[in-house]
């Protein structure tokens, strides 16, 4: 387990791995365990970062806020702390969210941005999340925090196909704090990219899952649309997590995107 001190307190990350950096964030209410079974693949060819944001895993809990635009302090503070110059960026819905941002705020930062079910517009947000983001709502459920587990034990089969994702994400949330849990989903219910999407000038990917319950699959739209370097990538299989859904599919077409000088193949239809 490695850590660094950051502006807003610690920021924990894995690590695994040799050669180039890649940087994996993960989504609302995850954490860096997602990726252990990507970490282990592409370890075996890039130097691989799996970060918690703050507010969740194992990373401080007590910033004012928790909104988008923190998390992606928080990347370029990460990146500037161990030197690293520039890399590209592999994020989870949210985490997707936050890398398109770096790339727009910071485009000297990122060589590359691959995007995993993430909302480019917050209203893509599934019902549930966008009232996630009121706050007395939030409160309630946070509070009544058995019922909320139980929620999600009854509909993991329908987020995801995987077998050990309810136990992953029931784990995720004992970490997580009352307020990184209303914070980070009210600022991205908040979130608009569109208007931005057209100045990220490096490779793009979205991938994204036809079954997908947490976030409209259908922003993949909005990416090909606003991203002059944008390439699709559709899971027909797959929910909100690819990576767990159809974890070969998945591994294979994200090294395919690393390594490629110019991965422009579309398959959108």
Not at 127 to 132: C, G, M, P, Q, Y
Not at 159 to 174: G, V
């Given at each position: 387990?490695?850590?660094?001190?950051?502006?807003?307190?610690?920021?924990?990350?894995?690590?695994?791995?040799?050669?180039?950096?890649?940087?994996?964030?993960?989504?609302?209410?995850?954490?860096?365990?997602l990726w252990?079974?990507?970490?282990?693949y592409?370890?075996?060819?890039?130097?691989?970062?799996?970060?918690?944001?703050?507010?969740?895993?194992?990373?401080?809990?007590?910033?004012?806020?928790?909104a988008?635009?923190?998390?992606?302090?928080?990347?370029?503070?990460?990146m500037?702390r161990?030197?690293?110059?520039?890399?590209?960026?592999?994020?989870?819905?949210?985490?997707?969210?936050?890398?398109?941002?770096?790339?727009?705020h910071?485009?000297?930062?990122?060589?590359?941005?691959?995007?995993?079910?993430?909302?480019?517009?917050?209203?893509?947000?599934a019902?549930?999340?966008?009232?996630?983001g009121?706050?007395?709502i939030?409160?309630?459920?946070?509070?009544?925090?058995?019922?909320?587990?139980?929620?999600?034990?009854?509909?993991?089969?329908i987020?995801?196909?995987?077998?050990?994702?309810?136990?992953?994400?029931?784990?995720?949330?004992?970490r997580t704090?009352?307020e990184?849990?209303?914070?980070s989903i009210?600022?991205?219910?908040r979130?608009?990219?569109?208007?931005?999407?057209?100045?990220?000038?490096?490779?793009?990917?979205?991938?994204?899952?036809?079954?997908?319950?947490?976030?409209?699959?259908?922003?993949?739209?909005?990416?090909?649309?606003?991203?002059?370097?944008?390439?699709?990538?559709r899971?027909?299989?797959?929910?909100?997590?690819?990576?767990?859904?159809?974890?070969?599919?998945?591994?294979?077409?994200?090294?395919k995107?690393?390594?490629?000088?110019?991965?422009?193949?579309?398959?959108d239809?």
């Open positions: 387990m490695s850590s660094i001190t950051t502006d807003q307190g610690i920021l924990h990350y894995e690590v695994y791995g040799r050669g180039q950096p890649v940087l994996l964030l993960h989504g609302w209410l995850g954490s860096w365990g252990q079974q990507t970490m282990k592409l370890g075996q060819y890039y130097r691989t970062y799996a970060l918690d944001f703050w507010g969740f895993g194992e990373s401080g809990k007590k910033i004012p806020t928790f988008v635009q923190d998390f992606v302090s928080m990347v370029v503070q990460f500037e161990l030197g690293i110059e520039s890399a590209p960026l592999v994020g989870h819905s949210m985490g997707g969210t936050v890398s398109l941002s770096t790339a727009i910071y485009p000297d930062r990122v060589s590359k941005v691959a995007v995993i079910g993430s909302p480019v517009l917050g209203s893509s947000l019902l549930t999340l966008k009232l996630a009121n706050r007395w939030a409160s309630m459920v946070f509070n009544a925090m058995w019922a909320l587990r139980l929620g999600l034990r009854l509909s993991a089969p987020i995801s196909s995987n077998p050990n994702f309810y136990r992953m994400i029931s784990h995720d949330l004992s704090t009352l990184s849990f209303i914070h009210a600022s991205l219910r979130t608009d990219l569109r208007p931005f999407l057209s100045q990220i000038k490096v490779p793009t990917m979205g991938m994204y899952g036809d079954k997908d319950v947490i976030v409209n699959p259908k922003q993949w739209q909005l990416i090909q649309a606003g991203i002059q370097s944008a390439c699709i990538e899971f027909s299989h797959s929910g909100h997590f690819i990576m767990l859904d159809e974890p070969e599919r998945f591994m294979d077409t994200i090294r995107f690393l390594d490629a000088n110019d991965y422009m193949h579309r398959r239809h």
